[in-house]
């Protein structure tokens, strides 16, 4: 390591520091999903607790996680003698109160038909400590509410750093970012002007596939590195996918990728989280703020940009269902192709082989 400066003095990059509002944007981000992820951690084991008291609640909760009002009721009325002691008129309003309005009679009701069966069912048995159970939910729920405040309060530290270090916006105008995503994105990348080119950006997000070569071979289709920032690459595959119904082009790799390639979705979507790596840095390197183009690089808008991807990019549900297949029918054409070949071989050459006595 300490002759590399000497044997290839060109491969080396220097390390570079970035400036306080830089640092503040990492440390902010870093925050943020930290907590991002205890929040969600929480929030399955309460879920959990929450099937324990009352076996069927899963119905009358929230399918994308617990919104604030599961939160609200769980709180207050884990315990489903509790609940049902609260009476639905009370439920009804505490309901609609933290819903704002969104949701009411019929959540209260469905909520008390779920702790009426749970009642039914740990009547007279001593082996579930109701009671206990309940208070662990509420625990739960404040250590949520407490951790969701802290969350607030560094996405706003988070927003004013990223504000002085990318003043212009460039990186909010990329499709399918996002608060979250771009933030994400500038924290890591750095100075646009430390990487080459968007080539070596995409590398070092490790989206790029391995090379594997030889004096005598060159291996194609290699996973990818997965080398580099794994928050960031997390983070560009999440923002493919909705960047893939925004913009024509990424949405037209995409569609290649899905019909033509035999892909599945999640390879489909590193092939256009790499494109987007590169059009970011791009973006960021430029200081000129991304505009959605169609195929031929004419500007379009969101609605038009919409419109054509919803007419000549679209997957069937028939190539998504043959790629989640494992049979031949749902593989790449070349790859079939040549598995076909494979077997013509094979039978040729059993067919040299003399008959048997």
């Known amino acids: 390591m300490a002759r590399l400066p000497l044997v290839a003095p060109t491969g080396l990059t220097a390390v570079e520091f970035g400036s306080p509002a830089r640092a503040s944007l990492d440390r902010r981000v870093r925050a943020v999903a930290r907590l991002t992820a205890e929040i969600g951690r929480r929030k399955t084991r309460i879920r959990a607790l929450a099937h324990q008291l009352v076996p069927t609640i899963g119905a009358a909760l929230s399918d994308d996680g617990l919104n604030q009002t599961d939160l609200a009721v769980l709180e207050r009325y884990a315990d489903p003698r509790a609940l049902l002691a609260a009476g639905p008129a009370r439920l009804t309003r505490l309901i609609a109160t933290t819903s704002r309005g969104q949701l009411g009679q019929a959540k209260a009701q469905a909520l008390r038909t779920a702790a009426a069966e749970a009642v039914a069912l740990w009547e007279g048995d001593s082996a579930i400590a109701i009671g206990d159970l309940a208070a662990e939910v509420a625990s739960e729920v404040r250590l949520v509410r407490a951790a969701e405040a802290e969350r607030s309060r560094h996405e706003h530290a988070r927003d004013a750093a990223l504000a002085c270090v990318d003043p212009a916006g460039l990186a909010a105008s990329l499709p399918g970012l996002g608060s979250v995503g771009t933030a994400q994105l500038v924290a890591t990348m750095g100075r646009p002007g430390r990487f080459p080119n968007g080539g070596a950006f995409k ?87 991304y505009v959605i183009c169609d195929l031929q690089g004419r500007p379009v808008t969101p609605e038009q940009a919409k419109r054509m991807i919803a007419e000549r990019f679209t997957v069937t549900a028939e190539v998504r269902r043959r790629r989640r297949s494992s049979n031949k029918a749902g593989k790449a054409p070349h790859t079939a192709l040549k598995a076909q070949h494979k077997s013509q071989r094979e039978a040729g050459h059993e067919a040299t082989f003399p008959a048997p006595a």
């Open 203 to 289: 590398a070092f997000t490790g989206l790029t596939p391995r090379a594997s070569e030889t004096g005598q071979t060159d291996r194609k289709h290699q996973p990818m590195t997965k080398a580099g920032p794994r928050a960031l690459r997390s983070q560009l595959v999440q923002s493919a996918n909705t960047a893939r119904k925004l913009d024509p082009q990424l949405a037209a790799v995409y569609h290649a990728q899905m019909t033509q390639r035999g892909a599945t979705h999640r390879k489909a979507l590193c092939v256009v989280a790499a494109r987007l790596a590169e059009r970011a840095w791009l973006t960021m390197a430029r200081g000129q703020p």
